[in-house]
């Protein structure tokens, strides 16, 4: 029986997977020991973005992108909607707990069945949502914590989260599955939207005399240009992988259940070094998440020979 995903596919989503776990680890560690605020913490992922990114286009294989007549709107579209996801997020960040807030990414690939049947009339059997629940619901668990119980979703902040900010990001990601498969290629589209996020969100994070002195002292220390680097390296490196994803599999919503499997190296690390970035958290905690890493591996694992309707 033939995968769901083409073998090239599932590569790039298990190495976007890998990325996006060590993006979220650089995260941890540069927000923890170089950059507290969240402002200038955004303004170098911006500029790390674009001044990393064009680096893809040294690959073998680059070619000329080619632009369909709808390909600049849909760009400034997924610029658009990358900024307003950014921005969200910053808010949310900002006023509620980040292990709160964070841990509500996977419900991600809850809105994206229903957002591509709609955009892409991408479709799958019954039993193929049934697994997606799943994987979302195994996802969830191993992002689970302390702080995160149900009375934490009354708060602005976590609802604004969960109702707005990532169903933002699912429609980014469809917009991104459209744009890399086509002529521009995952390569420019990275390129192109980390330019274009640069480009519009930067002067905005930068007004501010307040966050302009906390890159500078940020980018004074070891750490804070270490944590910049990486930041900036694994970011373009996951976008590009999960591009590379979208095209080959002309879809995004399978590829987004084997990108969630970052949290399995989260898991990994998090348990080899407690407390070191993820907070104290109990064995319970822990005894969640492990049981949360077998039902998203059983149902990724499903899902590779799910088929499409």
């Known amino acids: ?31 923890r020991y170089a950059v507290s605020a969240p402002e200038p913490f955004l303004a170098l992922r911006f500029l790390g973005g674009a001044a990393l990114s064009p680096l893809l286009l040294l690959l073998p294989g680059t070619t000329a992108p080619t632009f369909a007549p709808n390909a600049v709107w849909l760009l400034l579209a997924l610029i658009g909607a990358n900024l307003l996801g950014n ?30 049947l709609a955009a892409t009339g991408e479709r799958f059997a019954p039993n193929v949502y049934l697994l997606l629940l799943f994987a979302t619901v195994g996802a969830l668990a191993i992002a689970y914590n302390q702080k995160l119980r149900f ?30 498969g086509g002529g521009i290629g995952a390569r420019w589209a990275t390129v192109f939207v980390s330019w274009g996020i640069a480009a519009f969100g930067l002067p905005f994070l930068l007004a501010k005399r307040e966050t302009r002195q906390d ?54 690390v998090n ?14 905690t822990y ?9 998203l591996v059983g149902a990724a694992t499903a899902l590779l020979y799910a088929t499409r309707r």
Do not use: H
């Open 271 to 284: 348990a080899a070094l407690p407390g070191r970035l993820d907070g104290n958290e109990g064995r319970t």
């Open 215 to 268: 890159i500078a002292t940020a980018l004074a220390g070891w750490r804070g240009r270490l944590g910049a680097t990486l930041t900036g390296v694994f970011l373009v490196a996951g976008v590009y992988c999960i591009g590379e994803a979208f095209a080959r599999s002309r879809g995004v919503v399978l590829v987004n259940v084997f990108a969630m499997l970052s949290g399995l190296v989260l898991l990994a």
């Open 151 to 180: 009375s934490a979703v009354r708060e602005p902040s976590v609802a604004t989260m969960l109702l707005l900010t990532v169903p933002v990001f699912a429609v980014s990601d469809i917009l991104f599955g459209t744009v890399a």
């Open 1 to 31: 029986m033939p995968l769901a995903l083409p073998t090239d596919a599932l590569a790039f989503a298990l190495l976007s997977a890998v990325c996006f776990a060590a993006l979220d680890l650089s995260q941890k560690w540069t927000a």
């Open 87 to 116: 921005v969200l997020y910053l808010r949310s960040v900002y006023r509620a707990d980040i292990s709160v807030v964070g841990s509500l990414w996977p419900l991600k690939n809850f809105y994206l069945p229903f957002f591509a």
């Open 287 to 295: 005894a969640v998440r492990f049981v949360g890493a077998m039902v």
